[in-house]
Nanobody, 115 residues
Framework: QVQLVESGGGLVQPGGSLRLSCAAS????????MGWYRQAPGKQRDFVAR???????NYADSVKGRFTISRDNAKNTVYLQMNSLTPEDTAVYYC?????????WGQGTQVTVSS
């Protein structure tokens, strides 16, 4: 049984930072592309960042220079370090695992940026 469990969300003031974690089980973590997506109320789910099995990374333009994705294959965990947060970053953040057409999602963690 595949599980992706996100954690680390919460309420933060504008300009603040949060670090999200996604712990995976039931998959060979090291071969999967791991990604973060987010969905704001009333909007579609959007790509945020991804890291491939080789460690290469990609980011949405809106988060470049502020967010950093990383992975620890020994811990089966992917992280999203989010700095300089703005209210526009408020959303539910989802972790995704993808490999050879196999696609899994976590349940999401809420991030709210507000003063």
């Amino acid at each position: 049984q595949v599980q992706l469990v996100e954690s680390g969300g919460g309420l933060v003031q504008p300009g603040g930072s949060l670090r999200l974690s996604c712990a995976a089980s039931g998959i060979i973590f090291s071969i999967y592309t791991m990604g973060w997506y987010r969905q704001a109320p009333g909007k579609q789910r959007d790509f945020v960042a991804r890291t491939t099995s080789s460690g290469s990374t990609n980011y949405a333009d809106s988060v470049k220079g502020r967010f950093t994705i990383s992975r620890d294959n020994a811990k089966n965990t992917v992280y999203l370090q989010m700095n300089s947060l703005t209210p526009e970053d408020t959303a539910v953040y989802y972790c995704r695992a993808n490999w050879a057409g196999q696609n899994y999602w976590g349940q999401g963690t809420q991030v709210t940026v507000s003063s």
